[in-house]
């Protein structure tokens, strides 16, 4: 069970959790320094054309619905239900990190988005794309709310099966956002990234001093 007395602390101090935010926000920047050079471009290019040219009618469906679960108007009422029943619990800060986590990412990929300014792929896209798609949006929503989960489950028994369901779904999260049309596989990296980075921000600002 995830209770209000867990030690949702973590086992690292916070210099170690700051130096690792560093470290991830030094990755993401070397990436935006490329993305906005358009080095890697053929590399990028090659590997969303490795995954469009094999979609099949059945995956084409199937990662159409799944991507649409990243979307805005889908992550915002889950994580609001989800907020809600933690804090029925009186685990706020658990509630507030669920919440926080996925609601900070969204509204700071719009911020990184106008900065970077990157066309999105066309032609080949089964949904609608935003305007520019470096970082994706959907991915770092995604991301964002699954780390926040790992964060919430991790003082319990439930913290291994709730990391790999995460990590899984952020990876197929990304994955189908390539898949459909409408991401570059550097915009998903930087999804993870910053979507990862924004939960870890979030818990390590609401984690209780020690």
Known sequence: M????GD?????????????????????????????????????????EWIVSRRTPAC?????AFTTLGSWYVIA????????????????RQALLIM????????????????????PPGGDGLVAHARYSFPSGHTMA????????????WPTRWRWPVTVGGVAAAAAMGFS????????PSDVIGGWMMGAATAWLVWLVLRPAR
């Open 177 to 184: 956002r390539v898949y459909v049309g409408v991401h570059w």
């Open 100 to 119: 926080l986590a996925p609601t900070c990412a969204l509204l700071l990929n719009i911020v990184l988005k106008v900065v970077f300014r990157r066309t």
């Open 8 to 48: 949702d602390r973590g086992p690292w101090p916070s210099s170690l959790h700051a130096a690792a935010l560093a470290v991830v926000a030094a990755a993401f920047t070397v990436l935006g320094v490329l993305v906005a050079l358009g080095a890697g471009g053929n590399l990028d290019w090659a590997i969303y």
């Open 2 to 5: 995830l209770t209000r007395g």
């Open 60 to 64: 084409k469906a199937l990662f159409v």
């Open 77 to 92: 009422p889950i994580a609001l239900a989800a907020g809600t029943l933690f804090a029925m619990t009186r685990c706020r």
């Open 142 to 153: 995604a991301t964002a709310f699954a780390v926040a989960l790992v964060f919430v489950a």
